[in-house]
């Protein structure tokens, strides 16, 4: 693996107390979904509070760093200003990943997009990507991306069966990575409207060019949503902040489709196999950031658009603005005293099973926290009414919400920016 210097990025390794982990190469490029699987590691990437341009990946062994109780948990814990001490708190694993990109010029900024498992995607300040595998500690060549992003934010679509068949001609895997906040582009009409967009990249595991049985991964623009293009839309462009932001998405359709909703704009369909877009509706997803689906339920989760809670909705149809079935439900509940300093992050865990990751400052000194920044991760497992005579009511699914343990992780400064 190479670049040219002075615009590169690395991984600089395992560290631990003892030793620093060999960095391998690996072209094995085949991603394995655990959608519908109970996962064992819950993955944090975290941007240093000393240097710029690196971020750590730690993965937490939740065989160990449990956050679900083997029976039946007690009720909901309302914790406050005094019993906030008796929750649990967990440190960072001692052996961690750090992953640099070099500075080019006064730039030097690193963006990791998480895959399957414990693999994520990183790229950096000049567009440079790698792959890198904390489970076989392993690193691999990606190819850049046509522009860096500024704020950018991505979406994974699995397809395993596609990545090992080396008949199939078509898309595998695929990386969809796009702007946050996508700038209005002009000049597009007609025809032109389909041309691909530096803003909206896929990084898309099939065959090469040379050979019908040879894959890899290989990174190709995509045109933008049709808003982006369209000039009743362009009325807010003075800064990223005022345009139009895709506040949520989802995959639909067992990887057909992915779905993004756009605040003030309305919600486009993607089609993964024709890279084409179509507009579902002048309205947006119940949901806040991604939303996933639970196969066992055959609902897709996230958190709720005005209050941040989980909740639930069904996406088969897009024909009108889909409704919550079931939620929203809040976890257990912080002292009044902490303060939200960030969103929230869902992460589906498998078979029900979720983690709430909330991110708090104190705001005083409570005991053993000072005013620093914490974490708090909770499991929380949605489950079939125990009455199974009970069906839906007024359009309402009957599923209950059990919390289980809360754990707090105090940062040191450092963000959390991903928890996967």
């Keep these: 693996m190479s670049w040219e210097p002075k615009s590169t990025t690395s991984v600089v390794g395992a560290h631990n107390k003892t030793a620093h982990a060999q960095k391998y190469l690996s072209m094995s490029p085949s991603v394995e979904s655990t959608i519908g ?32 109780y083997p029976s039946t948990p007690p009720p909901p814990t309302r ?48 567009g440079r990507a790698f792959r890198f595998d904390a489970d076989r500690r392993r690193a691999g ?23 090992d068949d080396l008949d199939h001609v078509g898309y595998g895997s695929s990386l969809f990575v796009m702007e946050r906040f996508p700038r209005p582009e002009a000049g597009f009409s007609g025809a032109e409207a389909e041309h691909g967009s530096d803003q909206f990249e896929a990084f898309v595991y099939r065959n090469t060019r040379m050979s019908t049985y040879v894959k890899a991964w290989h990174c190709q623009q995509l045109p933008p949503p049709p808003f982006v293009r369209e000039p009743k839309h362009w009325h807010s462009c003075s800064s990223s902040r005022s345009r139009p932001e895709i506040s949520s998405y989802a995959v639909l359709g067992g990887g057909s489709h992915i779905c993004l909703s756009v605040n003030g704009v309305g919600t486009y369909c993607l ?7 179509s507009e579902a509706g002048e309205w947006t997803l119940p949901f806040h950031g991604r939303a996933e689906y639970v196969p066992e339920l055959k609902l897709w989760f996230g958190l709720s658009a005005d209050t941040h809670h989980l909740a639930a909705a069904d996406l088969s149809s897009m ?16 002292p009044e005293e902490w303060k939200e300093s960030q969103d929230p992050q869902l992460v589906s865990l498998g078979s029900g099973r979720f983690c709430v990751a909330r991110f708090f400052r ?39 919400m059990i919390p289980h343990m809360s754990k707090c992780l105090t940062s040191n400064g450092s963000t959390i920016d991903e928890v996967f």
């Design 271 to 277: 089609d993964t196999a024709r890279h084409t877009w």
């Design 37 to 68: 699987f109970s996962r064992r590691f819950l993955n944090l990437i975290m941007s240093s509070s000393c240097i710029s341009g690196v971020k750590s990946l730690y993965c937490f062994d939740l065989m160990y760093q449990e956050l679900f």
């Design 79 to 126: 914790f406050n200003k005094l019993t906030v001490n008796l929750m649990d708190s967990v440190g960072l694993p001692l052996s961690s990943f750090d992953l640099r990109a070099s500075a080019a010029g006064d730039q030097c900024k690193i963006d990791c997009f998480p895959l399957a498992g414990s693999e994520v995607v990183c790229a950096d300040q000049s």
């Design 319 to 334: 024909d009108c603005r889909p409704q919550l079935v079931v939620g929203p439900w809040k976890e257990h509940r912080m």
């Design 362 to 400: 104190t705001g005083a000194n409570n005991g053993d926290f000072g005013d620093e920044p914490i974490a708090v991760f909770t499991g929380v497992e949605v489950v079939p009414p125990v009455c199974h005579v009970c069906g839906a009511t007024n359009g309402r699914v009957q599923l209950r």
């Design 141 to 163: 060549t990606m190819p850049g991306l046509h522009k860096p992003k500024s704020m950018p934010l991505a979406l994974f679509v699995p397809n395993p069966r596609a990545d």
